[in-house]
C-alpha cells in the first residue's frame, strides 16, 4: 500500500517575487510546523514551495495529486506573475486538474497586485484573497504578525477546514441549505456572572460581522419550547467549543457541562483565558487544549480555533493511513493527547476481540507523553497501550520479537 497524505499544500510564487519566501515561511510554520521550534505539537500537513523554474523548463515542477487525498494549491499573484505566460499556463493547467478532481483538490489565489484579477478568464472565476487591499502589507517585511499575515493565515484555515470537511462557501449554502452540510461553528461557552459575557458578545458580534463562520450563542440561539439542555448539547456535537475561562466560569454548572459534552464528542476546544483576579477552583477537564491569552485579539483565537477543527480532521485521517500502512488495527484513534479522562471514553466503546494481542492499541499524535504522564496512565489499566507515528515502529519490533 502507498501512503497518501491526507492533505498537502502547494505554495506558488513567480522566481522574481522576493517577499513570496516570507510568505511562504509563515505559511509552513502555521500549517507544518514551526522550524524554530521542531519538537512543539504542530499540524504537521507538509506545504512544498514552487518557487523556481524546474530544470530547463520555464516553469515550476507539476504537481504529483496522487500523493495526497487533498490538495490546496495557494498561488501568490503579483505583477511578474501576470506578465509571465509560462506561469499563466502553468496556473491554468492546475485549474483544470482541479476541476478533474472533483473537489479534491482546491486553487486558492492570492491577489498580491491590484491586477492579478486580470491574470486570467479562468482563473478571474475564482474568488481571490485580497491582500492587496490589506493595509500595511508591507510591514511582514520587518513583523512576523500584522494585518497581512493575520488576513492569510485565517482565511487560508477557514478554507482548508471547508476543504476537509467538504464544505461549501457559505454564499452557496444559501441556495439549497438543506441539502449541504453545515458551516463551521464556533460555540461560545462563557459565564454570564462576570465582565466576561460583555468579551463574549463582542467576540459573537466580531465574528458574524468580519467573517463567513456561524457562532451558538446561549439562550439567544435556541427556538422558543426547545429544551434548553438538549440545545446546547447538540450544538457542541457540531462545533468547535471556545471557552472564556473568567473568574466564575468554573463555578457555573452548565459551563462546565458545555466543556465536558465538547471532550466526551471529541469537539475541537481552545480556551480564552479571561481571568481577571483569580479562580477559587480551576475547573480541572479544560487542560490538555490550547488556550490564549485574551487581549483585544479576537482574529488570533478564530485563527487557533480553526485549526483545532483542521488539526482534529487532519490528524484522524493521518492516523488512519498510517496504522492500515503499518498493518495494524488500532483499538481507537485519539485527535488529543490521552489523559486520564481519556479512560472514561474509552471504557464506554464496545471494543472487538482482538485475538493477535492482549492489549488495546490506542494510537494519538505526535509529540509522545513523557515518561511521567505515561506512567500514570498505565497505572490506570496497563492493558492499553497509547503509541504516536514516532514510537509505532517499536511496536512492530517488539511484535517480530
Known sequence: ????????????????FKDGQKIADYLYSVFCRDSEKPLNRAIGIPVYFRKVNYKDQDF?????????????????????????????SYIEDILSDSLANRGKTKVYPVAISKNAYGFSKLLGQLNFLRADKIEEKREFLTHNENNLFRYIRLNITHELCRLMLNMKKAVDEQESFEHLPPPIKLFISHSKHDDSKYEANKFKDFINSETQLKTFFDANDISFGSNFG????????NSALVAFQSDSYAERE???????????????????????????RTFPYMGNYPSIRLKDN???IICLTLEQVLYNKYTRMLLDEITTLYGLRADSILSTTPELYSFLQLKDRKFEDNNDSAFKLIVYPD???????????????????????????????????
Not at 76 to 88: A, E, G, P, Q, R
Not at 230 to 237: G, L, N, P, Q, S
Not at 370 to 396: A, C, Q, R, W
Open 1 to 16: 500500500m502507498n501512503f497518501k497524505s491526507p492533505l498537502a499544500i502547494y505554495i506558488i510564487w513567480h522566481p522574481s
Open 60 to 88: 515550476p515542477k507539476k504537481i504529483n495529486y496522487n500523493e495526497s487525498i487533498f490538495n490546496a494549491i495557494i498561488p501568490l499573484i503579483d505583477d511578474d506573475f501576470v506578465t509571465d505566460k509560462n506561469y499563466k
Open 230 to 237: 438538549d440545545e446546547i448539547k447538540r450544538a457542541i456535537e
Open 254 to 280: 452548565w459551563c462546565r457541562i458545555e466543556v465536558l459534552t465538547a471532550k466526551k464528542h471529541g469537539c475541537p476546544v481552545v480556551i480564552v483565558n479571561a481571568i481577571q483576579n483569580g479562580e477559587k
Open 298 to 300: 479576537y482574529e488570533d
Open 367 to 401: 509529540p509522545p507523553l513523557g515518561t511521567e504522564e505515561t506512567e500514570l496512565l498505565l497505572k490506570m489499566d496497563n492493558t492499553y497501550h497509547f503509541v504516536t507515528p514516532t514510537t509505532i515502529p517499536s511496536l512492530i519490533l517488539k511484535k517480530d520479537d
